[in-house]
């Protein structure tokens, strides 16, 4: 054969070697009979690839290499393309046919509610039978809504920077560090009787800890009309205790100060642990403190456009990790915002 004759022929060889791999590449077959026939067009003894294997000895000497590992290549795909088109009926096969559509769904796991939200609920449900709805507001806030309506003397700590995280310092814009914010709004909007819970999220510049947080919850309740007296406040505060820790529960309140309360009291719970026997948990008083409250001061009302001599009101304000840690008995407050499953599975609400 002349040199020229045997380069034509393998040209010939690889341009057919190409097309057969490009026609491989595309190959479709849905059935495991097409799959068959597709094996043994290319790849049974009579096959196109053994076709072109059997050409190769003719292939001119130099030429042998390229063309060997190009058709070993060919005869490698081909293979292989092959053997996905089973492997790919074969799943469907078992995707399709094997459906029990009978069967139970794979179980779903279900989310449970976070413990702060449940005693948030747990609250506002049970101030919600004494007659208050609930109100809400911004956590950006600025300082009138925060401290200045709600009587905080210019110098008061709560206004440093230390115990505030502020935005901006003019304007003052901050984030609150009580809901007692809301009061506030509420009072500017609204003339009495107000009977209200604000339940929310507040922020103080604290360094965090198992007993401090940089924020945390608070729940409040305001009650403003004609005639409202303490002993409205102590019975509230009673079936609050009552309903929270149960009917055995004791309270005692104790003279306070907040500046937009006068009188002010804290209340103590008698310690739910050992029952007001002295434990470590109440370190051996027989009391945990749960709350503040007291009678919303006259200039509170007067800052908000509410008659003082007409009026009256109780507030009362709580931080919603304390009531949990009390009734769950959660020793470091930085679980709640770990987000740590093994913990919060451990929590079940009804709703
Ligand atoms: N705002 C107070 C605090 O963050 C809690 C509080 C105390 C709220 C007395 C009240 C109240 O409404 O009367 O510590």
Redesign the pocket.
């Given at each position: 054969m002349y040199p020229f004759a045997r380069k034509k022929y393998n040209i010939h060889m690889i341009d057919k070697i190409n097309q057969l791999l490009a026609e491989i590449d595309s190959l479709k077959a849905g059935k495991a009979e097409e799959i068959e026939a597709l094996r043994i067009k290319y790849l049974s003894k009579k096959g196109e690839v053994s076709a072109l294997m059997n050409d190769f000895r003719n292939v001119a000497a130099d030429q042998k290499r390229e063309v060997g590992i190009r058709l070993n290549e060919l005869k490698e795909k081909a293979q292989e393309r092959i053997n996905q088109l089973k492997e790919s009926i074969e799943n469907n096969q078992s995707s399709d046919d094997n459906i029990d559509l009978t069967r139970t769904a794979a179980p779903v796991e279900l989310g449970t509610r976070h413990p702060i939200s449940i005693v948030k609920k747990e609250i506002c449900d049970i101030l919600r039978k004494l007659g208050f709805s609930i109100a809400e507001g911004p956590e950006i806030e600025d300082d009138w809504h925060v401290f200045s309506a709600?009587n905080f003397a210019d110098d008061h700590p709560a206004r440093d920077m230390q115990d505030t995280f502020f935005i901006s310092r003019s304007p003052e814009i901050l984030l609150r560090?009580?809901?007692?914010s809301v009061?506030t709004r509420v009072m500017e909007k609204q003339q009495p009787p107000i009977r209200i819970i604000c339940p929310g999220r507040?922020y103080r510049n604290e360094a965090i800890s198992y007993r401090a947080h940089c924020f945390f919850h608070?729940v409040?309740?305001?009650y403003i009309d004609k005639n409202v007296s303490f002993a409205d406040l102590k019975q509230a505060l009673l079936f609050l205790a009552k309903e929270l820790f149960g009917a055995d529960t004791k309270i005692r309140l104790r003279p306070?100060y907040?500046p937009?309360?006068e009188p002010?009291?804290?209340m103590d719970i008698s310690c739910n642990i050992c029952g007001g026997k002295g434990c470590p948990f109440c370190k051996h008083t027989g009391w945990v403190e749960i709350?503040?409250?007291?009678m919303?001061d006259p200039n509170v009302l007067e800052n908000c456009g509410i008659d003082s001599k007409v009026y009256t009101g109780?507030?009362?304000?709580?931080?919603v990790e304390r009531i949990t840690n009390l009734k769950y008995r959660v020793k470091d407050l930085r679980m709640f915002s770990e987000n740590d499953k093994r913990f919060l599975e451990q929590f079940e609400s009804a709703h």
């Open positions: 709600l560090t009580h809901t007692s009061q507040v608070q409040e309740a305001l306070s907040f937009f309360t002010s009291a804290e709350l503040g409250c007291g919303v109780y507030a009362l304000g709580m931080g």
